[in-house]
């Protein structure tokens, strides 16, 4: 089954860029998706389609995908960025919904 | 807007059943496609079912021949039994609304239903 490997933790100082990774074989050839999830909270869809972002989303986040490895950057982090972020894909070999192990965004 | 609600949550013991379900509202049920998705106490998320508009239905591995997904269109809502339940199922269950484009994201989510699996 297909496999997605994020850093189980960032930290950033606020007004600083976040990069969070997401690796996976040859993910550049599939659609990556981003959640993020407050303490508490259900997750909420971040960016769709590698760089789509859904409206309400800041366009501080972004996303890209390319080789084996798919970025989520906040341009300027803030303390609210404090969260989960997960990233997903669909496998289409197995019909299968993938998530990766989540990223804990810490601001400092 | 987007609205999906689960309940049926609760504590059940080892190798028993609970029925979970999603009522939503603000969209066309009947055209959309739903997924559930669980994330165990202080781990990550886990797609384990999904249902299209149709009737097509996937599980994950780890609970096919266990969980049952349903939906019922003239109740807008969608289901999940599940059966033969273990510690591991231990989790809260969160409802999702597949995009209806492409069926790859999940665009909605509801609150969760927290399962506790305890003896």
């Known amino acids: 089954s297909y496999v997605l490997s994020q850093p189980p933790s960032v930290s950033v100082a606020p007004g600083r860029p976040a990069a969070i990774s997401c690796g996976g074989d040859?993910?550049?050839?599939?659609?990556v998706h981003w959640y993020h999830q407050k303490p508490g909270q259900a997750p909420i869809l971040l960016i769709y389609?590698?760089?789509d972002r859904p409206s309400g989303i800041a366009e501080r986040f972004s996303g890209s995908n390319s080789g084996n490895t798919a970025t989520l950057t906040i341009s300027r982090v803030e303390a609210g960025d404090e969260a989960d972020y997960y990233c997903?894909?669909?496998?289409?070999?197995?019909?299968?919904?993938?998530f990766g192990g989540g990223t804990k965004l810490t601001v400092l | 807007q987007v609205q999906l609600v689960e309940s049926g949550g609760g504590l059940v013991k080892p190798g028993g059943s609970v029925r979970l379900s999603c009522a939503a509202s603000?969209?066309?049920?009947?055209?959309?496609?739903m997924s559930w998705i669980r994330q165990a106490p202080g781990k990550g998320l886990e797609w384990i079912s999904y249902?299209?508009?149709?009737?097509?239905?996937y599980y994950a591995d780890s609970v096919k021949g266990r969980f049952v997904i349903s939906r019922d269109n003239a109740k807008n809502s969608v289901s999940l039994q599940m059966n033969s339940l273990r510690a591991g199922d231990t989790a809260t269950y969160y409802c999702?609304?597949?995009?209806?484009?492409?069926?790859?994201?999940?665009?909605?989510w509801g609150q969760g239903a927290l399962v506790i699996v305890s003896s």
């Open positions: 997903q894909v669909w496998d289409s070999s197995t019909n299968h919904w993938v």
């Open positions: 389609f590698d760089s």
């Open positions: 249902i299209s508009r149709t009737g097509t239905i």
């Open positions: 603000g969209f066309i049920f009947s055209d959309s496609y």
């Open positions: 999702a609304k597949v995009d209806g484009k492409r069926l790859v994201y999940f665009e909605h």
């Open positions: 040859n993910i550049g050839e599939k659609s």
